[in-house]
């Protein structure tokens, strides 16, 4: 069946950086859209970068971009998102997640409907 599991998360000062890794199995990963999402306590699940299948665009929130990389290496079904400059604020349960549809570009806004499959996520907290 469809799985998605998220690595990496741990506890970093600001200012440091986290690789978070999202393994793949079940599908086809070359033909999804997959997005990172995280969610910090008491607010809601929001998108953080997306990455398509069709043309490899890519698509970051603004509170992280110049600091955040996605990236996609459908061979080994995997997926990164590289975090650096990390801040408190970013401290949340990172989740990656594949689109429900096959082929699909990415855009600035993150539909959690449009995403038919999650991982469990992993916590990434940054505090001195």
């Known amino acids: 069946q469809v799985q998605l599991v998220e690595s990496g998360g741990g506890l970093v000062q600001p200012g440091g950086s986290l690789r978070l890794s999202c393994a793949a199995s079940?599908?086809?990963?070359?033909?999804?859209?997959i997005a990172w999402f995280r969610q910090a306590p008491g607010n809601e699940r929001e998108g953080v970068s997306c990455i398509s299948s069709v043309d490899g665009g890519i698509y970051y929130a603004d509170s992280v971009k110049g600091r955040f990389t996605i990236s996609r290496d459908n061979y080994n079904y995997q997926v990164y998102l590289e975090m650096n400059s990390l801040k408190p604020e970013d401290t949340a349960v990172y989740y990656c997640?594949?689109?429900?549809?096959?082929?699909?570009?990415?855009?600035?806004?993150?539909?959690?409907?449009?995403?038919?499959?999650w991982g469990q996520g992993t916590q990434v907290t940054v505090s001195s």
């Open positions: 997640a594949a689109h429900k549809d096959i082929r699909t570009y990415c855009s600035g806004t993150y539909d959690l409907a449009d995403f038919g499959s």
């Open positions: 079940g599908f086809i990963l070359e033909y999804y859209t």
